[in-house]
């Protein structure tokens, strides 16, 4: 989508009991920051200011941006003045009961906004990686032994697969990288729903009573384009989800 276009777009209102994920692809990503202005807080705008890259700049303006249209469709124009911070780093919105999260990679901003759960997005773009055997000793040995028995043309896909579940989940609960990654697993196979596996019992505190509960979650991979992976989490069974991609 081009920057211009955003402000005309409609954005789609988050129903009761699903999640809704709505992507961006950003065209011309230099012009996004510009067009972002209408959407985001000064504060934002300030935030963004300070990166050395503009790419990176749009994406973190674009991701704003989108987290407060879809809020205001859901409820209303007046809902959304600034975001805070938890103390892990979670962007939240005052006052809403909703949670949402945000997630850019390349030209990709996702945002799923939940009314009824913890829910957590990841998009990664799969560039070459050359090195996935080794980054695989991150993860769960179950992971790691899944992954390193693929044959050499498939670990690649696979780990990403892993990774975006993974981070999913870590940003659903909100605790950031003070989950260990070792505390629990995804499957890795291409299923693409139902991919939580197992949590023990190390989890950091506060987390171990959601993450014990694997069939307690939604959990989907997203069919975006062929150079990216994206999976969303929600902490709660049965949930609809219902994509969106802007382009
Ligand atoms: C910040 C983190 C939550 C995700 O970061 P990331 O994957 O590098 O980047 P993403 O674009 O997907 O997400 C960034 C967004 O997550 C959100 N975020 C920040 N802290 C968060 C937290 N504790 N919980 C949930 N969301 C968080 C913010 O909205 C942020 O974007 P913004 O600052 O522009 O608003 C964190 O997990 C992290 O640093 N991960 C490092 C990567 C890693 O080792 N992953 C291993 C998986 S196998």
């Known amino acids: 989508m081009l920057a211009q276009h955003f402000c005309n777009w409609r954005a789609p209102s988050a129903p009761e009991k699903s999640i809704l994920c709505v992507g961006l692809e950003l065209e011309n ?9 209408l959407h985001t ?19 973190h303006l674009a991701g704003r941006a989108l987290a407060r249209r879809l809020l205001r469709a859901a409820f209303g124009q007046d809902c959304v003045a600034e975001f805070a911070r938890s103390p892990y780093g979670k962007p939240f919105c005052p006052g809403v ?3 949402f999260s945000i997630s850019h990679s390349g030209s990709m901003v996702w945002v799923a906004l939940c009314r009824c759960a ?3 997005i990841d998009v990664e773009s799969m ?3 050359p090195d996935a055997a080794e980054l695989t000793s991150q993860l769960h040995p179950q992971e790691q032994k899944d992954l390193l028995s693929l044959p050499q043309a498939e670990l690649q896909t696979a780990f990403y697969r892993c990774w975006t579940r993974k981070e999913a989940i870590i940003k659903a609960v909100g605790m950031g990288l003070s989950i260990p990654l070792q ?18 019992a190390n989890a950091a505190q506060g987390t ?5 509960d694997g069939g307690q979650w939604t959990s989907l991979d997203i069919r975006t384009t062929e150079d990216y992976q994206c999976s969303v989490a929600a902490h709660s069974p049965c949930l609809d989800v219902v994509v969106c991609l802007a382009r």
Not at 29 to 37: D, F, L, T, V
Not at 45 to 53: F, I, K, N, P, V
């Open 183 to 200: 505390s629990f697993s995804v499957n890795t196979g291409p299923q693409d729903s139902g991919w939580i596996a197992s949590f023990t």
């Open 127 to 129: 560039r070459p990686l």
């Open 208 to 212: 171990a009573t959601m993450l014990e």
């Open 29 to 37: 990503i230099a012009e996004w920051p510009c067009q972002c202005a």
């Open 41 to 59: 807080s000064p504060q934002e705008q300030q935030e963004a200011g300070r990166y050395l890259h503009i790419e990176d700049a749009a994406r």
């Open 118 to 120: 913890s829910v957590g």
């Open 97 to 99: 009961s909703a949670d």
